[in-house]
């Protein structure tokens, strides 16, 4: 059964996605940039982007039925090469022990006030 997960982001009605899709024992959480969307702010700083970003997925996931210790494959887009000596420590203390398969790439992002843009996919642990 295919279940939709929504953080109530302004984007998902406007731009026709979900935050995250279940569907079996798998969650998609899409591509998830910094905003705080409580506030709908964006924070100047990729550090905290990143934690904003990780605040949003593990919601989605919990909402989902998972947790971060789930996830099995993360990707991170930034947009500058220089960010991801300063994300590793954030994503290292997310993932350290849960370990995903990752892929980080630089590139630009939709509004240039955005520095970094995580996905991941989850498995349900047996």
Known sequence: MRRLISTGSPFEKTAGYSRA???DDWCFVAGTTGYDYSAM???????????????TIAAAL????FDMAD???AHYYIT????ADTVFPILGH??????PAATMVV???IKPEMKI???VTALRRS
């Open 62 to 65: 919990t909402e989902a039925g």
């Open 41 to 55: 702010v964006l924070p100047d700083s990729v550090e905290d982007q990143c934690r904003n970003c990780l605040k």
């Open 107 to 109: 590139c630009d992002l």
């Open 94 to 99: 997310a993932f350290g022990d849960i370990r």
């Open 71 to 73: 996830v099995v494959r």
């Open 117 to 119: 843009e995580i996905e």
């Open 80 to 83: 500058d090469a220089a960010y």
């Open 21 to 23: 899709v279940v569907q």
